[in-house]
């Protein structure tokens, strides 16, 4: 008897201790936010720049560098407080227009941080190399390199001030709800899924979804800036900066493309995909020794690579940076300084080629067209136009072998010019075109 008694009020025991767990973990999950449950800080490591300390950085170099550096507001951002700001690496003053640009930028996903810390990593060393070091000045004086650091500037700031769920703040601040009001993950629009292509086949997730793909194309005042800009400054190497979530792969770059359904690859990929292959082969992982991996990406989302891609044909990477969004500690660091070291692979390609670059003007008057440039054997009238800048210049990346360059202008054609292009060089063909009669 005495037994049984025993049993039974251990078993009471018991029951109390599961009750006093249920109601301890109930008070735990009202008084904590989930990151706190999680053991996840209560904002991003310090290592990481605020949107208010890369401003202070870029006017205290506009000072320091007035030669080199020059930083501008390319446009205003969806609350109308802010601006997204931009800056130029180069010795080139005004005439921009003669070299090869390349603009890297990160950040439209307010909550990946780790290109923009890539990004300050590659200016500073531009700058505090330039005159002392042969392999950064010689970027520094044969490129224009423009570097966005952060392109969802109001989100960024609301991850940075460690709003509740900030780990995963990826959208603008968009009033979704129209209640005047910042409603979490109600408001927001994803800007990498606010592009116009293919619009209609990605469906509406809703406003409250992580990629919520936004009222209609280019309702964010972000991504018709960023839009301009790029088509304004028709780079030759454009890189998106990411960092994984749960789904996507980490420690990849991808290039375009593929196509979904038929598995056939763009036109561009003999040039595209090995420059994305060396670009991974020189960039590590935040786990010493691991290469990156190269991925063609789907040419079906309504994001920037396919709508830059689709309607210039420009060489436009997209990095996933790493295996998750934020990072602490020294790492921090680790990670930027390999994406930077890797990401001067671009630098070098578009120093040495290999490519056809020249010159289109009007045969009576001389003055330079924004011609559009084909390359008979790298064609496909749904790819570009691949247009020339506003002076009249062009470069194409190609790889060894024979090719046909034309000129067209105004429903007018050049005569076709044969180039052989072997080992890396820059081979140059100018073009005179006729006015149209
Ligand atoms: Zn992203």
Redesign the pocket.
Known sequence: MQHVTNKFKSKIKAARLIQFLIVLLMIQSISCTPWQRHGVPEKPDPRYFTYDQILDQFARWDSEYPGIFQSEFIGPTGSGRDSIVAACISSSGSRQNKRPTLIFHAA??SN?SNGTNAIIEMMTRLLFSYGHDDYYTSMVEGLNIWFIPVVNVDGHRKAFAGIDGWVDW?KTLRDNDRNGLFSGFADGVDL?RNWDHRWHEYPDKGPEHSMYKGPHPFSEVETVVMRDFILRKNPLFLMDY??PGVVTPGNVVFWPWVDKETGTSGVDAPVYAPIAQALVERTLTEVDSVFMKRMASYNTLPKEQCWVYANTGLCVFLMEISSKFWWEGPLVNTIAERIADGSFYLMERALSGPGVTGQVTESLTGRPIEAEIRVTEIHDPEIGPRLCNDAGMYWRLLTEGEYTITAHWNGQRSEPKQISISGAQWVTVDFEIEPAR
């Open positions: 439209q996903h990946e990826r990498n990411h960092s």
